[in-house]
Nanobody, 118 residues
Framework: VQLQASGGGLVQAGGSLRLSCAAS????????MGWFRQAPGKERELVAT????????YYGDYVKGRFTISRDNAKNLVYLQMNSLKPEDTAVYYC????????????WGQGTLVTVSS
């Protein structure tokens, strides 16, 4: 499975962006998907996750109420709607797929840069 993230860009504080993650290849595994981010000089952190059925989602405290993760399994797409963006949201955002057997985040996309200006 290959993952391709897109949708990043430059936005003013308070604005919105929607990131997309397209999965290609052998996508038959029912994987939990996630978005992570890494700001300059900081460690990568988990932003949000969504299970295959989308029944369960998880959000980091720093994005709760502002970001929404969703997925369209028919199109092999995962989205991250980001509203009320803050300068501290500036980071490279990565999508990832959890291995259904081992439970680790084993698959990663190339990342898309989000820059929020104040």
């Amino acid at each position: 499975v290959q993952l391709q993230a897109s949708g990043g860009g430059l936005v003013q504080a308070g604005g919105s962006l929607r990131l997309s993650c397209a999965a290609s290849g052998r996508t038959e595994s029912r994987r939990t998907m996630g978005w992570f981010r890494q700001a300059p000089g900081k460690e990568r952190e988990l932003v949000a996750t969504i299970t295959w059925t989308a029944i369960r989602t998880y959000y980091g405290d720093y994005v709760k109420g502002r970001f929404t993760i969703s997925r369209d399994n028919a199109k092999n797409l995962v989205y991250l709607q980001m509203n009320s963006l803050k300068p501290e949201d500036t980071a490279v955002y990565y999508c990832s797929a959890k291995d259904p057997i081992f439970g680790n985040w084993g698959l990663w996309g190339q990342g898309t840069l989000v820059t929020v200006s104040s």
